[in-house]
């Protein structure tokens, strides 16, 4: 459109130009007559999605949040079509600039400059305090959920959820390099007692709407009114590849191999099941948060160990923490690279573990078979997931017979 050439100039320039001067943050507003879609305002702002530049446009339709990534050349392409269409209004802030655009009824532009300091794009990987969802900008789910408002701001009485959520993506973040990376390929994410799926929701998001890989995430727990309401939330925000099933984690058989297996605060040995779920699927990544860990509570004993086990609490946490190790060690020794991590801090919940593990080369084998031969043997502990993956460790007891 002629009249638009002014306003298409300066877009080539910020989205794309190549100069100097950048886009830190547009706001398109002051819509030309009420749209089927509803759409008001559209905010845009820079991110960085594996390394290259794109650009978020945050829709507020109504009480909800729209979202998608854009290419340098797709948002300026965008972004001269919803001026054509739509929008009247924009502020347009870039590193070198703020400009106030105004477009008539006619589509006559008026553009207003005014010389700022000069400031540098934020992109996702340098978000605040080093969180992956930033508040300000809302996030569909998180405002369904109860954690944002519609504007973004994160509700007091939910900071804490927020600061967990972020801490977990954070997780996630680290180990996209471990999974499988072949182009086209649908990665197999499970989520093992999904509860209200608040991380379930995110690792979606994160992973589907960030990172931009094509996956199909099931979310599973037993309680059948919990999955209908997270059904009709992902059918509600669009998220096609993001599915919940009633099932229980060590019947469940709905896959024969998953990339990615995430049980948060399965109670007791569930933990457990669904750790050899994942080692029979030879899933790339595994992310444990175990809960409840009564086991080994029952089983340790010994003489050396009586001034800490016999006070109830204190035998209590350490069978916790000797649960946790031994399953740490047993992902070791059928091939995975272990840490065990702090989830969120202390001061918020005693279950603050994270068990992450990503497939690797197995080394040290013999040595670690013998350190694990011999702490159970100390403990007088026989772990659940030491007998579910016997007819895997077998060959490895068969050099390192138990000391019991």
């Given at each position: 459109?002629?009249?638009?050439?002014?306003?298409?100039?300066?877009?080539?320039?910020?989205?794309?130009?190549?100069?100097?001067?950048?886009?830190?943050?547009?706001?398109?507003?002051?819509?030309?007559?009420?749209?089927?879609?509803?759409?008001?305002?559209?905010?845009?702002?820079?991110?960085?999605?594996?390394?290259?530049?794109?650009?978020?446009?945050?829709?507020?339709?109504?009480?909800?949040?729209?979202?998608?990534?854009?290419?340098?050349?797709?948002?300026?392409?965008?972004?001269?079509?919803?001026?054509?269409?739509?929008?009247?209004?924009?502020?347009?802030?870039?590193?070198?600039?703020?400009?106030?655009?105004?477009?008539?009824?006619?589509?006559?532009?008026?553009?207003?400059?005014?010389?700022?300091?000069?400031?540098?794009?934020?992109?996702?990987?340098?978000?605040?305090?080093?969180?992956?969802?930033?508040?300000?900008?809302?996030?569909?789910?998180?405002?369904?959920?109860?954690?944002?408002?519609?504007?973004?701001?994160?509700?007091?009485?939910?900071?804490?959820?927020?600061?967990?959520?972020?801490?977990?993506?954070?997780?996630?973040?680290?180990?996209?390099?471990?999974?499988?990376?072949?182009?086209?390929?649908?990665?197999?994410?499970?989520?093992?007692?999904?509860?209200?799926?608040?991380?379930?929701?995110?690792?979606?998001?994160?992973?589907?709407?960030?990172?931009?890989?094509?996956?199909?995430?099931?979310?599973?727990?037993?309680?059948?009114?919990?999955?209908?309401?997270?059904?009709?939330?992902?059918?509600?925000?669009?998220?096609?590849?993001?599915?919940?099933?009633?099932?229980?984690?060590?019947?469940?058989?709905?896959?024969?191999?998953?990339?990615?297996?995430?049980?948060?605060?399965?109670?007791?040995?569930?933990?457990?099941?669904?750790?050899?779920?994942?080692?029979?699927?030879?899933?790339?990544?595994?992310?444990?948060?175990?809960?409840?860990?009564?086991?080994?509570?029952?089983?340790?004993?010994?003489?050396?160990?009586?001034?800490?086990?016999?006070?109830?609490?204190?035998?209590?946490?350490?069978?916790?923490?000797?649960?946790?190790?031994?399953?740490?060690?047993?992902?070791?020794?059928?091939?995975?690279?272990?840490?065990?991590?702090?989830?969120?801090?202390?001061?918020?919940?005693?279950?603050?573990?994270?068990i992450r593990a990503v497939r690797g080369e197995r080394t040290n084998t013999d040595k670690l078979a013998q350190s694990y031969r011999e702490f159970v043997s100390f403990l007088h502990a026989k772990p659940y997931l030491e007998r579910a993956l016997a007819d895997i460790l077998e060959p490895l007891w068969a050099q390192h017979p138990s000391?019991?």
């Amino acid at each position: 459109m002629e009249e638009l050439k002014p306003l298409a100039s300066l877009l080539s320039r910020v989205f794309r130009g190549g100069g100097d001067e950048a886009l830190v943050q547009a706001v398109l507003s002051q819509v030309r007559r009420s749209e089927p879609d509803g759409i008001t305002k559209i905010t845009i702002k820079p991110v960085e999605l594996k390394g290259s530049l794109h650009y978020q446009f945050h829709a507020q339709q109504g009480p909800k949040v729209l979202h998608e990534n854009l290419t340098p050349t797709e948002a300026e392409a965008r972004c001269n079509e919803l001026f054509q269409t739509q929008f009247r209004q924009a502020l347009i802030r870039t590193t070198e600039a703020e400009y106030q655009v105004l477009i008539s009824k006619k589509f006559k532009v008026n553009i207003n400059t005014k010389s700022t300091a000069s400031a540098k794009p934020v992109l996702t990987h340098n978000r605040k305090k080093n969180y992956v969802l930033e508040e300000g900008t809302p996030v569909p789910f998180l405002v369904e959920l109860g954690i944002m408002n519609e504007t973004g701001k994160v509700l007091a009485a939910k900071y804490d959820k927020f600061r967990q959520i972020n801490r977990f993506l954070e997780m996630i973040r680290d180990v996209v390099p471990s999974l499988p990376q072949e182009k086209g390929r649908t990665l197999n994410i499970v989520d093992f007692g999904c509860g209200k799926s608040y991380l379930t929701f995110a690792l979606y998001y994160y992973l589907k709407e960030i990172e931009g890989l094509n996956i199909n995430v099931i979310g599973l727990d037993l309680k059948e009114d919990v999955i209908t309401h997270c059904s009709t939330l992902a059918e509600r925000f669009g998220y096609e590849d993001l599915h919940f099933l009633v099932g229980d984690i060590s019947q469940y058989n709905g896959l024969t191999e998953a990339d990615m297996v995430v049980t948060l605060h399965a109670c007791d040995t569930a933990t457990d099941a669904a750790l050899e779920k994942a080692v029979r699927w030879n899933a790339s990544v595994i992310l444990s948060v175990p809960c409840c860990q009564h086991e080994l509570f029952a089983q340790v004993r010994s003489e050396v160990l009586s001034p800490m086990l016999n006070h109830g609490i204190i035998k209590e946490r350490f069978a916790a923490l000797a649960t946790d190790s031994i399953r740490a060690q047993l992902l070791e020794l059928v091939g995975y690279r272990t840490q065990i991590l702090e989830f969120i801090d202390m001061e918020h919940t005693p279950k603050n573990l994270l068990i992450r593990a990503v497939r690797g080369e197995r080394t040290n084998t013999d040595k670690l078979a013998q350190s694990y031969r011999e702490f159970v043997s100390f403990l007088h502990a026989k772990p659940y997931l030491e007998r579910a993956l016997a007819d895997i460790l077998e060959p490895l007891w068969a050099q390192h017979p138990s000391n019991s």
